[in-house]
């Protein structure tokens, strides 16, 4: 089993950048697959990004292509989400999630491949 904690959400103009993080707990986290997922007020949870074990595939929703971008450090359990050219539909709760994978090369991108999930960080992105 993994935690998930995130950090480094908060306020932001629109145009700015954050940095999200991603702790998780345990010593096997180049064993998951891992992705950020948001979900604005009176919004369905949406996917934004996805990371494979090692790192060497990822995948982002259009409405962030380019202007986001997913990494991970597996000696430090860390998957973090840059958020550059931030605008107010950005604004959401972001939440880390998790998921075991026997390929170093695959990511998931369905809410549903997910089993692990942290409890999300808010981003505010004002006008």
């Known amino acids: 089993q993994v935690q998930l904690v995130e950090s480094g959400g908060g306020l932001v103009q629109a145009g700015g950048s954050l940095r999200l993080s991603c702790a998780a707990s345990?010593?096997?986290?180049?064993?998951?697959?891992m992705g950020w997922f948001r979900q604005a007020p009176g919004k369905e949870r949406e996917f934004v990004a996805a990371i494979s074990r090692s790192g060497s595939n990822t995948h982002y929703a259009d409405s962030v292509k380019g202007r986001f971008s997913i990494a991970r450090d597996n000696a430090k359990n860390t998957v973090y989400l840059q958020m550059n050219s931030l605008n107010t539909e950005d604004t959401a709760v972001y939440r880390c999630?998790?998921?075991?994978?026997?390929?170093?090369?695959?990511?998931?991108?369905?809410?549903?491949?997910?089993?692990?999930w942290g409890q999300g960080t808010q981003v505010t992105v004002s006008s």
């Open positions: 999630a998790a998921v075991a994978s026997a390929s170093r090369s695959y990511y998931a991108i369905e809410e549903y491949d997910y089993v692990y």
């Open positions: 345990g010593r096997t986290f180049s064993s998951y697959v």
